[in-house]
Every structure is written in C-alpha cells, then in structure tokens.
C-alpha cells in the first residue's frame, strides 16, 4: 500500500451568480486527480500557475475540504476523521509555504514561531529544543537568530525557519509548494540541498509543487504534469525528460532553460499560442486542444483518459 495515495480528488469552487448569469458555476480547480507517493520518496507536481497545483497540497493536507475523492495516509482516509483525529495526525503532516515572509508571523519571534507546534500539540520544548532546530537548517550560531524578527532575516534565512518550522515534530510527509521560486539561485541550491537531507536523514516523503522542470529533475523520483485541473502525464523523472509524449508536457521541457551555453537543445523548442482555458465550466474534449498544434475533431468531442502506455508512464492524449 503507497505511503500517500490521493484517489479522484476533485475540488469545484462556487462562482458568485450575477443578474446575467444566474446559472450556477463552479470553477473546476481540482478534477479527478489520482497519483501515489511512497515511503521516503519525492513526488513533483509541476505545471503553469493556476492549473490547481497549490489546491492539490492543500487539499491532501485537508486545510480544504473536497468536492469529492479520497487521500489515504498510511491507510487511513484523512477525510473520515474527526477533528481531534485530525490534529493529532497534523504532526505527521507538514507543509512549506511559497512565500516565507508571507507564512512567517512579522510580529513573533524566531523562538516564538518555532516554539508554536510544539505548543500547539502539547509537546515540551525548551531553549535547547529551538537551537538544534536552528543548527538542523544550517542557521549558525543559532543564539544569533532566535530572538530576531522575520523583516531582519534575508530571504533564504526566512525560508530555512520555515523549513525548522514544518520538522520540529518530526513529521513523515511534507508538502513543499514552490520552496525557492522567490529565492536567487545560489540560495536555491542550498535550500534543495537543505531538503535533500532531511529526507536521507528521517525518510520523509514530500510533495514538491513547482513550475520549474529543472528543480524536479534533480529532487523528485516521479513527476506528474498538471493542466488545468488534470494530470495529463505521470512518470519517473528519467522517463518524462527522455520520453515525453503530451504535447502539454513537451513544451514545458522545451522551455526548460540550459545553465550551459555550450550545450545545444535535445529537443525543437514548442511554442504555445494562448494561454489555457477558464477553469470555470472548461470546455468539452481535451482541455489542451485549444493550445495543442498536433489537436484534431477527436479532440473537441472526447476527453483522453490517463492511460498506461508503459510500466510506470501513463499519458492523456489521443495521441498514445
């Protein structure tokens, strides 16, 4: 049985109706999404803003309620529990925000940001407790630290609280939704590092969220490409760089930078007219056809199923 196991989890959220348009509408965030993550393993959701990744992790953690489907965490259905269940398993259960300034409260201080899940949860702590967070984030001497504010931190430092924050109770998944995109790129390299780590260190299984192909290469085993609502292609990272067969899925890849500029594109460069579709009552067929160059009648009029189209890859697309 998968670590986590997220099965046909959908979420509609409600469109306020005006005197035009008093017909009820949901914008389709999340619509049908099924994958798997195993013990110590990385799973990346990757895909352009909007397609519903951030609602996905939220959804799994359930700081939001579906529409409908099921997470399994270690066999249990999280959507079955009551609510003091449900915060004793938020231990075990962690998340790392996009923007640390945003996640971190500016009018607490490092010790007191640090000192909440333990106190949440009823655990004991002291001084001692908070150094050696502080020290396990690389955050040295960490004396220095404890008694600053968010503002007095550089953006790689919030970030590393942030991190210190979400394994103070030694938890076994974490969800990491876009954990550098507002961090330079000497910075992101020691944060990956820094998550590397602590995965080898306690084996714990993470959801990355990213829009960033190369970040997923070098941390996740498995990736699975998200449109619109829809996974239209899952497989091991390997595969999915070498062997891609959405056409979604080949445009992020060509679009994928190269850090050396000696080296020449293995791939002709796709580029995508348009941008995607409102979410709100998205057409019928492929939700990719309006952008896709290689779309045709079937298309319009059947929506492609995620199908296997060998061990470990599977593919919508009526292409396959």
Known sequence: MPFVEV??????FPVKATFLARKKRFVHAVDDVSFSIEKGETLGLVGESGCGKTTTGRIILRLIEPSAGAVYFKGCNIFDLEKAEMHRLRQDMQIVFQ????????????????????????????????????EKVSLTPALRFINRYPHELSGGQRQRIAIARAIALNPSFIVADEPVSSLDMSVRAQILNLLKDIQKERGVSYLLIT????????????????????IVESAGSEQLFTRSVHPYTNALLSSTSIPNP????????????????????????????????VANDRCKEIEPQLIEVEKGHSVAC???
């Open 211 to 230: 829009h960033d192909l190369a970040v997923e290469r070098s941390m996740c085993k498995n990736i699975a490409v998200m449109y619109l609502g829809k």
């Open 99 to 134: 923007d640390p300034f945003a996640s971190l409260n500016p009018r607490k201080t490092i010790m007191e940001t640090l000192e909440a899940p333990f106190r949440t949860h009823n655990i004991p702590r002291n001084k001692d407790t908070i150094v050696e967070l502080l």
């Open 7 to 12: 099965k046909n989890l959908k979420k509609y």
């Open 262 to 293: 000696r080296r020449t594109r293995s791939r002709v460069r796709m580029r995508l007219v348009g941008g995607p579709p409102t979410a709100i009552d998205p057409p019928p067929g492929c939700r990719f056809r309006t952008r896709c160059p």
């Open 318 to 320: 009526h292409r396959t």
